[in-house]
C-alpha cells in the first residue's frame, strides 16, 4: 500500500513539472524600444518640415513633458494710417500731384485741417481743374500671409461755396445741363500707381443749393464702397508690391463749372476739404493646405540573427488646447515606420480632446524590418486652406513602440536524443536487473532449467561450483564492474564534451545554416498580372485629389497605358471689324452714360459707332452742352472654361476717325482765341472692360486728342483723324485686366467703347464759342486673344494594380521593380522641369523617379536592374502598386503629348520563415522523468525493494553502527508469518453468497 501512493506521488508530481514545463516561455523578451517617449527633455527627438505649404504656419516644441505642433493662428488690427492729414503721427507724407492734362485749382494745398482746395471759376477756360494727394502707407507685414477680414475706411470732408454754383434744384440759372458740382473721392493702387481703384466717393448734387445750408456741407464722411471692394483693391496692391506690404493712396478733388447763366457765371468754391483719412485693417493668419511638421525618432536597429519580431505595438496619447474650428475639417495627425505610412494610424484633428486621449494600440509588425533603424515619424498635416484667428496647440505624449522579440531556441536535438536514451538505457537496464541479472548466476541456470522443465524440453547436466570457489568468482565479477564503471565514466565525459561542442557549434553556425537551407527553398513570383496590357483586366486609373485632373486622358491601347497630357493653344477672335457690319462685330449697342448729357447725334452705322456734336453758345442752351459723353457696348462669351487656360497675349486695334471745324481749340492753340486755353477742347476716346457683376472695369486703351483742332500760323490747321490707332496698355496690364473681369464668371465680360468731348470756353464776347465736331467714328474694334492650357502643380493621374496578397511568414530575399516608358514629344523640362514618374506602393512613394526631362520617344526601361521596393511591400495583406505621372510645377502648354507605360514587371524573391520548434518543454520534461527515473529505481533499490520489516531491520543496523539508541522491535516467529499469509490467502478464495441465496433466505424468513 505504502508503495502504491509512492508511486501515484511520484507521476503525479511528474505530470505537474511536466504542464508547467509546456507553458514556460524561456525567450520571450518585450522591450520599450524608443527613447525619451515622455518627452522629459528634448533629446532623442527632431523635428521636420515637409516640402510644400507654407512652414511659417507652423511650429514645433518640447515643453511641460509634451512634444507640441502649433498651428499658428494669428489675428489683429492695425492702423496704418489715422488723424488729420500731414498733422497726426500716423498721417504724415502726403505730396500733391497733377492728374494727367487738368490744371491746378487756385489754391491746392495742405494746412491745418488737412487737405484745402478753393477755385474761383468767372467764366474763364480754368472750368475744369483736379488735383491728387498721395501718401505711400506701409503695413509692416507681409500681407500674402494673411487673409484682410474687414476694413474700416472713414474719410471726413467738408464744403463751402457761393450761391452762384449752381445745382438742378436752384432756380436762378438760366440753363442746366448737369450743373456745378465737386467729385471728392479715395483711390487706392500699388505704390506705382498702375492699377488705381476708387474706393470711397463723394459727387456733390446739391452743393450751391440757394438754401439756409445749401452752400456747406459740414463734417461728413465720405461715401465708400463696400468692403470687398475695397479689400480686393488691397490685396491686388499687395500681390505688386516686391514686400507685400506696401500700398498708395491718393486723394483726389476735381470742380467741374458748368456755365448756366447768359451773362458771367462767376463760381466760387471757396473751400473744400479733406480734412481727415483713418483706415484700419482686420486680418486673420492664412493656414496653407498640405503644410506639414512632424517630430521623428531614429530608433535603434532589431541586429541578431536568432532574433525573431514577434510582435510590434506602436500607441501614443494626444490632445488640443481648444476646441478645432469646424473651417478645416481634413486636418489630420498621422504616423510614418521607415517613411511608410500606416493609414490605420490616421486621426483627425476635428476629433481631438482638450484632455489626454490614447490612441489604440497599433500592430505595426509588418513595417518593422530587421538591420534597418527604426524611424517613427508622427506628423500634423493641414489638408484645408482657411483662415485662423489663434494659435492651436497640439501636444502628445507617451509615444511607446514595444518590441516583443525572441530568440531562435538552441538545437536541442543532441540534448534531446542523449535524454531518450538515457531513458530507454536506464529503464531497460532496471528491467533486465529486476528480471534476470539481480539473481547470481547459478540460480539464473535453474530458473532456465525450471522452464525448460515446465516445456518439457531436454536439459543439460549442471555442475555447481563449491563455496570457496564462488567467493572467489565473485571477488573477481566485482573488480570487474568497478573497470566497467570506470570506463563508462570515461564514455559519459567523452559524450558530454561532444555534446557541449554541437551546443556551441550550433550557436555560431544555426543561422547560417538555416540560410544555406531557405536558399535552396527560394521562391520567385511575378506579382503583376496582364503586365503588358492585352486587355484593360487588372488596371484601372484614377486622379489625384489635387491640382487639376482634367488636364489628363486615359486609356489602354495597343498593348500599353496611354497618359494624354492636354495641353492646348488657342486663338479667337472676339471682334473684329466695323461694329455690327460683320459677323465677329455682331451686337454692339448705344448706352448712355449717366451723369453726363448725350452728343447731338449717335448711331450705329456702315461707318462705324458714329457720334457729331456742335457747342453752340450763342442759343440759350449752348454752353452747358460743353461735356457730353456716350458709351457702345458689347458683351462677349467664351465658350471655354478660361478659369482653365491662361492668356499669353492680346491683340488690341481700335482704329478712330474724327473731323472738326477750326473752331475746335486744341491745347496748344494759338490762332483766334480770346481767353486762350486751360486744358484746350479735346475728345477722350478709350476702351474698357467690365466683368458682368459690374464690379471692376479696366481701361485698357485711350487716346485725347491732344491736336485736333490745332491752328499754327503758317501751318494748315488739324482737323481730321484718318483711321487712328488707340493706344492700348501693356501686355502684361492687358492680360492681367481681361483675367480679373473674366474671374467672375470664367466666360463673359463687357467691352465698352467710349467718348467724351470736352469744350473749352475759349471765346468772349456776344457769340460765345462755338466748337463744331463734324464727325466722331469708332470705326473698328478688333480685339483676339491667345491661350493656352494651364497646367497646375501637384496634379497626378496613376495606374494601379493591386497586387496579390504575400504570405507573412516569409523573408523577401530580392523584389525588383521595372517598367518600360516612352513619350511622344519632349517634355517641356524648361517649364517644369521636376515633373517625374513616381512608383508607390500602398501610397508610400519610392525614394527612386523617373524625370519626364529623361524620357525617350522610343520604350526604354525605368532603370536597368530595376527599383528594389522591398521596404514599401508589406507581408500578409494586399499591397496597391501605382505608376504615378507627377506634375510638380505651375507652368502652361500649348500641345497635347502622351506618355506610355508598358511591360511592368514586380519580380519577388522570398523564402518561408518557419520558426523552429519551441523544444524547451520537452527538454525540461525530459530530464524530469529522466531524472524522476533515477531517483524512483535508485529509492526502490536502496528502500522499497525491501519489506517492511526488513526496513526497519536495516534501519536499525544503522543506528546500531552509528551507537544511536534505538526503540525495540517485535517480530513475529516464522510460523506465525507463515500462518498470517495464509489466513490473508484464505479471506480472498472464500466464494461469496449468490444474489439469488440471499432473496431465497429472505423469503423464507417471511
Not at 114 to 132: A, E, K, N, Y
Not at 435 to 449: A, Q, S, T, W
Not at 680 to 685: E, K, P, R, S
Not at 747 to 765: P, Q, R
Request: glycine letters at 6%; one cysteine or more.
Amino acid at each position: 500500500m505504502r508503495n502504491r501512493k509512492f508511486i501515484i506521488g511520484f507521476f503525479a508530481l511528474f505530470f505537474i513539472f511536466g504542464f508547467l514545463a509546456f507553458h514556460v516561455d524561456v525567450n520571450g523578451d518585450s522591450q520599450l524600444w524608443l527613447s525619451n517617449p515622455t518627452f522629459d527633455s528634448s533629446s532623442n527627438w527632431y523635428y521636420q518640415y515637409g516640402s510644400e505649404g507654407d512652414n511659417t504656419d507652423l511650429n514645433a516644441e518640447i515643453s511641460n513633458g509634451t512634444a507640441n505642433f502649433n498651428i499658428l493662428g494669428n489675428s489683429g488690427t492695425i492702423t496704418p494710417i489715422e488723424g488729420i492729414i500731414n498733422n497726426s503721427a500716423k498721417s504724415m507724407g502726403w505730396k500733391k500731384y497733377q492728374n494727367e492734362i487738368f490744371g491746378y485749382p487756385d489754391t491746392a494745398n495742405i494746412d491745418t485741417e488737412g487737405i484745402h482746395v478753393s477755385h474761383l471759376w468767372d467764366d474763364r477756360p480754368d472750368q475744369f481743374p483736379s488735383v491728387h494727394f498721395r501718401k505711400n502707407v506701409s503695413t509692416n507685414l507681409n500681407m500674402l500671409d494673411y487673409e484682410i477680414t474687414s476694413v474700416n475706411l472713414e474719410i471726413i470732408f467738408n464744403a463751402s461755396v457761393n450761391q452762384n454754383v449752381d445745382t438742378p434744384n436752384d432756380t436762378d440759372w438760366d440753363r442746366l445741363g448737369t450743373g456745378d458740382y465737386v467729385i471728392f473721392y479715395a483711390l487706392i493702387s500699388d505704390i506705382y500707381y498702375q492699377e488705381p481703384y476708387y474706393v470711397a466717393r463723394n459727387k456733390t448734387r446739391d452743393l450751391g443749393f440757394n438754401s439756409i445750408n445749401g452752400s456747406k456741407i459740414e463734417d461728413s464722411y465720405l461715401f465708400t464702397f463696400n468692403q470687398s471692394v475695397i479689400i480686393d483693391a488691397l490685396n491686388k496692391a499687395f500681390q505688386r508690391d516686391p514686400d507685400h506690404s506696401n500700398f498708395t493712396i491718393t486723394l483726389g478733388i476735381d470742380i467741374y463749372s458748368e456755365d448756366n447763366n447768359d451773362g458771367d457765371d462767376i463760381d466760387n468754391y471757396e473751400n473744400l476739404y479733406i480734412k481727415t483719412f483713418n483706415l484700419s485693417l482686420s486680418f486673420q493668419k492664412k493656414i496653407d493646405e498640405y503644410t506639414t511638421v512632424s517630430w521623428n525618432q531614429e530608433a535603434p536597429k532589431i541586429t541578431g540573427n536568432d532574433i525573431i519580431i514577434n510582435n510590434a505595438i506602436f500607441s501614443y496619447e494626444y490632445k488640443i488646447n481648444n476646441s478645432w474650428p469646424e473651417i478645416a475639417p481634413l486636418t489630420e495627425i498621422r504616423f510614418y515606420i521607415n517613411n511608410k505610412l500606416f493609414p490605420q494610424g490616421i486621426i483627425k484633428i476635428s476629433n481631438f480632446q482638450t484632455d489626454f486621449q490614447g490612441t489604440i494600440n497599433f500592430n505595426i509588425l509588418g513595417y518593422i524590418e530587421k538591420n534597418v533603424n527604426i524611424n517613427v515619424s508622427i506628423e500634423i498635416i493641414i489638408k484645408d486652406s482657411f483662415e485662423l484667428n489663434e494659435t492651436y496647440r497640439i501636444s502628445i505624449d507617451n509615444v511607446y513602440l514595444n518590441l516583443d522579440l525572441r530568440i531562435r531556441g538552441f538545437n536541442w536535438t543532441p540534448i534531446i536524443v542523449g535524454l531518450i536514451i538515457g531513458i530507454i538505457a536506464l529503464t531497460s537496464t532496471f528491467i533486465a536487473y529486476q528480471k534476470y541479472f539481480k539473481y547470481p548466476k547459478k540460480i539464473r541456470k535453474l530458473r532456465k532449467v525450471r522452464r525448460k522443465l515446465k516445456k518439457g524440453k531436454n536439459i543439460k547436466e549442471m555442475d555447481f561450483s563449491n563455496r570457496k570457489n564462488i567467493i572467489k568468482k565473485r571477488n573477481q565479477n566485482n573488480k570487474n564492474l568497478i573497470s566497467l564503471v570506470l570506463i563508462m565514466i570515461v564514455l559519459f565525459s567523452f559524450f558530454t564534451h561532444i555534446l557541449f561542442n554541437s551546443l556551441s557549434n550550433y550557436q555560431i553556425n544555426s543561422y547560417q545554416q538555416r540560410n544555406q537551407i531557405s536558399l535552396s527553398n527560394i521562391r520567385n513570383k511575378e506579382l503583376i498580372k496582364n503586365p503588358d496590357f492585352q486587355t484593360n483586366a487588372f488596371w484601372n486609373f484614377t486622379i489625384g485629389d489635387r491640382g487639376d485632373g482634367s488636364i489628363f486622358n486615359n486609356s489602354i491601347t495597343n498593348s500599353s497605358a496611354k497618359f494624354e497630357l492636354l495641353g492646348e493653344k488657342k486663338n479667337l477672335i472676339l471682334s473684329a471689324g466695323i461694329p455690327n457690319q460683320t459677323a465677329l462685330s455682331e451686337g454692339w449697342k448705344i448706352l448712355n452714360n449717366s451723369n453726363y448729357l448725350p452728343p447731338d447725334f449717335t448711331e450705329i452705322n456702315n461707318f462705324g459707332c458714329y457720334v457729331w456734336h456742335t457747342l453752340d453758345e450763342s442759343p440759350a442752351s449752348g454752353q452747358i452742352r460743353n461735356y457730353p459723353s456716350v458709351h457702345f457696348k458689347k458683351n462677349i462669351s467664351i465658350l471655354d472654361d478660361m478659369s482653365q487656360y491662361k492668356i499669353t497675349s492680346v491683340d488690341l486695334e481700335v482704329l478712330v476717325n474724327a473731323s472738326v471745324d477750326p473752331n475746335v481749340d486744341a491745347i496748344n492753340d494759338t490762332v483766334d482765341l480770346d481767353l486762350g486755353t486751360e486744358i484746350g477742347d479735346w475728345v477722350l476716346f478709350y476702351v474698357d472692360i467690365i466683368d458682368f457683376n459690374n464690379n471692376y472695369a479696366y481701361r485698357i486703351a485711350e487716346n485725347r486728342s491732344e491736336n485736333l483742332g490745332l491752328d499754327e500760323p503758317g501751318f494748315d490747321p488739324i482737323l481730321n483723324i484718318t483711321d487712328g490707332l488707340l493706344k492700348s496698355k501693356s501686355q502684361s496690364y492687358l492680360i492681367n485686366a481681361l483675367e480679373s473681369v473674366l474671374s467672375y464668371d470664367n466666360h463673359n465680360f463687357t467691352i465698352i467703347l467710349g467718348m467724351d468731348i470736352y469744350c473749352e470756353d475759349n471765346k468772349a464776347g456776344s457769340g460765345g464759342d462755338s466748337d463744331h465736331w463734324n464727325y466722331l467714328i469708332f470705326k473698328e474694334c478688333n480685339l483676339s486673344i491667345e491661350y493656352q492650357r494651364k497646367i497646375q502643380k501637384f496634379t497626378t493621374i496613376s495606374l494601379n494594380q493591386i497586387l496579390e496578397e504575400l504570405p507573412e511568414n516569409i523573408e523577401l530575399k530580392d523584389t525588383t521593380l521595372n517598367f518600360q516608358h516612352k513619350i511622344e514629344n519632349s517634355w517641356p523640362t524648361s517649364l517644369s522641369p521636376f515633373s517625374e514618374i513616381r512608383a508607390l506602393i500602398n501610397g508610400n512613394p519610392y525614394i527612386e523617379t523617373v524625370e519626364l526631362s529623361d524620357i525617350n520617344s522610343s520604350f526604354q526601361e525605368a532603370k536597368s536592374g530595376g527599383f528594389d521596393i522591398r521596404s514599401l511591400l508589406l507581408k500578409g495583406q494586399k499591397n496597391n502598386l501605382s505608376l504615378e505621372i507627377y506634375i510638380a510645377n505651375d507652368f502652361i502648354y500649348n500641345e497635347t503629348n502622351q506618355i506610355y507605360i508598358d511591360n511592368v514587371s514586380l519580380l519577388v524573391s522570398y523564402n518561408f520563415i518557419r520558426d523552429p520548434i519551441n523544444l524547451d518543454p520537452l527538454v525540461i520534461g525530459l530530464t524530469i522523468g529522466l531524472v524522476g527515473l533515477v531517483v524512483g529505481i535508485g529509492a526502490y533499490q536502496l528502500y522499497f525493494k525491501y519489506p517492511p520489516t526488513v526496513r526497519k531491520i536495516r534501519k536499525l543496523r544503522k543506528k546500531i553502527k552509528k551507537n544511536k539508541s534505538s526503540k525495540t522491535i517485535t517480530l513475529n516467529s516464522h510460523q506465525e508469518k507463515i500462518n498470517n499469509i495464509y489466513q490473508d490467502k484464505t479471506e480472498l478464495l472464500k466464494t461469496p453468497q449468490s444474489e439469488s441465496e440471499i432473496f431465497q433466505k429472505d423469503s423464507l424468513t417471511k
